[in-house]
């Protein structure tokens, strides 16, 4: 297989991997709950697309809206914005498998907003707002609001066509995912069995962004060298959702520090 040939796979396992294991831990739920939901994704990607396929993706769009709902109740409002980044990634892979077109926006585009709803939104602030928890300070404030502007002015970008907007998103994006890495460094000197999670997670995105940087400017400047779609899903995709923000939740449930 090509490189461009593991688009679809790799979408697809990060998508179940993404319900299945990042969103419970980041949004500190129950596994099991999210593990049904995570089989029904696998079916709603499995079927063909329609109405009974979209239908599996609502068991992962309740559980966020629970979740969602009570942390507002408590007046948690980082939790809430994380639940709803999820909530915002379900409804699109719900979008995505109605086959519907909205704002002219076409696949994979629109399977990927749920990926990057699930991973750059709600998985990397999880990190964000944990890393201003444990550790607070400007920095680690500053970060959990990079990570939080970035996905909708990314996403902005995409509506409007706007460079500043798409590019400038990229931009901000890169800088918060940085910032979580680099802060997690001191968990790679500290921690003990989840040191070499807290290493991959810290060093991911230093590659991984500059690729998503570079696509996001060839879409306006043809003169910037860039990776087609199907080739960014399995190197700048992979690398985040498995690298960066799979290994820095599983990192942090090994030390609970």
Request: aromatic residues 8%; charged residues 10%; contains cysteine.
């Amino acid at each position: 297989m090509t490189l461009g040939e593991w688009m679809i796979p790799v979408m697809n396992v990060a998508l179940v991997v993404g319900v299945g294991v990042v969103l419970p831990l980041a949004l500190r739920d129950r596994l099991v709950l999210w593990l049904i939901a995570a089989t029904f994704v696998v079916l709603a990607l499995a079927l063909p697309a329609g109405p009974l396929a979209a239908v599996c993706v609502v068991p992962w769009l309740g559980l966020t809206t629970r979740l969602g709902v009570n942390a507002l109740r408590e007046r948690q409002g980082w939790p809430a914005m994380a639940a709803g980044f999820s909530g915002t990634a379900a409804l699109a892979l719900i979008t995505s498998r109605l086959e519907l077109t909205l704002f002219d926006i076409h696949e994979p585009i629109v399977k990927l907003t749920a990926l990057h709803f699930t991973y750059a939104g709600a998985g990397t602030l999880a990190l964000a707002h944990r890393l201003a928890t444990v550790r607070p300070g400007p920095w680690s404030r500053a970060t959990r609001w990079l990570v939080f502007i970035a996905p909708p002015v990314v996403a902005t970008g995409f509506l409007t066509k706007l460079a500043l907007a798409q590019v400038g998103g990229a931009v901000l994006m890169t800088l918060g995912a940085w910032l979580v890495a680099a802060l997690q460094l001191v968990d790679v000197k500290t921690s003990g069995r989840a040191r070499g999670l807290w290493l991959v997670s810290s060093l991911a995105p230093l590659v991984a962004m500059v690729l998503g940087v570079s696509w996001a400017a060839a879409q306006y400047w043809p003169s910037v060298p860039a990776l087609t779609v199907p080739d960014m899903v399995p190197t700048h995709g992979a690398l985040n959702a498995f690298g960066f923000v799979l290994c820095a939740h599983l990192a942090a449930a090994l030390d609970p520090r």
